[in-house]
Structure formats: C-alpha cells, structure tokens
C-alpha cells in the first residue's frame, strides 16, 4: 500500500461534525538534523475501535526497523531498534550511497500522492533546485513479531478536530530544495521542502474545516508541539 493510500485511509477516521477555530500549520523551513538521528519517547497504541489512544506496553517483544526501498524496489533495512515497554529507541545512520534515489524519483512521488490526496486528485508537479540530488526518506517504522511477522507500523503523528499532521524524514546528499503549489476545486496544495545535506525533518500537513478549502502541506518544517509516536495494529 503506498503512502498516499495509508495517509487517505487513516485520515477518514477523523470526521468533521462542526465549525472549529482555524487551522493552521508550521511555516517551512530548513529542519536540518545532521547525519544520524535519535528517534525515542513513549508510543501509544491507536485503538481502532474508538477508545483513542492508550500507552503500548509492547508485552510480546515486538521490535522495530525502519526500512527504504532501494532502486531495485527491494526493501532495505537501515536501521534496528527498541520498544521496551512502548518506548522506542532507535538511531537511524545516513544511508548507503546505492541505498539514495534521484531526486526525480521523489518528486514523481510528491506528485502521485497529491494525485491521491484525501480531497481528490490535486496536479502538482514540484519543481527541483538541483537534478542531480539523491534523496531518501522513510515516514514510519515497522513493527515485527519474534518471528518477523509485520504487526502494524509506528508513525510521528498528531490529529486534532479537523486537521492531521504526519512528520516524515527525507536524507538529501547536498542541499536542495522542492517548490510547487497547485489547486483544485475546494483545495489549495503546497511543496516547500528546503533540504540540507543530511536528515531532514518533513511536516505532512492536511487541514480539512467545514466550510473551507482544504489545505494539503508538505513543508520542512520542526516538529510541532502535542505530536506523538502512534503505533497502528494490524496484526500479530
């Protein structure tokens, strides 16, 4: 299932029932975070049947890794971690050179997402500062049993009334940047990723008011206050 299917499915549990004060969301900039990164903190367990959010004890021993997709399409693991008691621990390295895709790749990415979006096909085409730039990007850690059985996946998320927001993080091997912004019926769509060489910090931002256009973000951009590690079950 790709992102842009995982982000429309999970962003349908959140109705909108009334008019709620404006939504806003961080303004892009450069969210650089350096070669390695520490990812850690108590992951709640997102309860499908409607009792919200509850901490995740992890009482099997699931373990996480974060995985990329190399240029062959296979999946590569890059980085082993921990969930003892539901607190993740995990440092993710800078990737293996023949691990990184041309940044092309990504932005075809950007703009199948957008064509999938939540709010109905959006035609964004993101334009790039520098072709020549290998990306890689990962937005959720695996969840695995003992016997490495997938067992749902662990997001950095934050949902309110009428707005969802998903950090991601994309490693770039020079700085470049993303820009688009495209429109349609009800919805206004917006690129503005600004990436240093090494990890960065992305904000996936949808902003869905009654009685508003839409708003789909995609911003480098710090983390947001009230955001959590949110594990999503689907088995094992």
Do not use: C
């Not at 895709?101 to 709010?119: K, N, Q, T």
């Amino acid at each position: 299932m790709t992102l842009a299917r995982v982000w429309l499915s999970l962003t349908l549990l959140a109705l909108v029932t009334g008019p709620t004060p404006a939504q806003t969301a961080p303004a892009a900039a450069q969210a650089s975070l350096g070669s390695r990164i520490q990812l850690g903190g108590q992951i709640m367990l997102q309860d499908l049947s409607g009792a919200g959010l509850t901490a995740w004890s992890n009482s099997a021993g699931h373990r996480v890794t974060v995985r990329v997709t190399d240029a062959s399409g296979e999946p590569r693991t890059v980085a082993r971690g921990l969930a003892v008691g539901g607190r993740l621990a995990v440092e993710v390295g800078a990737p293996e050179p023949e691990v990184l895709l041309p940044v092309a790749d990504y932005a075809g990415e950007i703009s199948a997402m957008f064509s999938e979006s939540f709010f109905g096909p959006i035609a964004m085409t993101a334009s790039v500062s520098d072709p020549t730039a290998r990306v890689q990007r990962f937005a959720r850690l695996e969840v695995h049993t003992a016997e490495d059985l997938s067992a749902g996946f662990v997001q950095r998320w934050r949902e309110e009334r009428s707005s969802t927001m998903q950090l991601s993080w994309l490693y770039a091997d020079r700085d470049v940047t993303l820009f688009g912004h495209a429109s349609a019926p009800g919805v206004s769509g917006e690129v503005d990723l600004r990436l240093k060489r090494g990890w960065n910090s992305v904000l996936m931002t949808l902003i869905y008011e009654r009685g508003r256009d839409g708003q789909f973000l995609l911003r480098s951009s710090t983390e947001p206050g009230s955001m959590q590690w949110v594990y999503w079950q689907i088995g094992g």
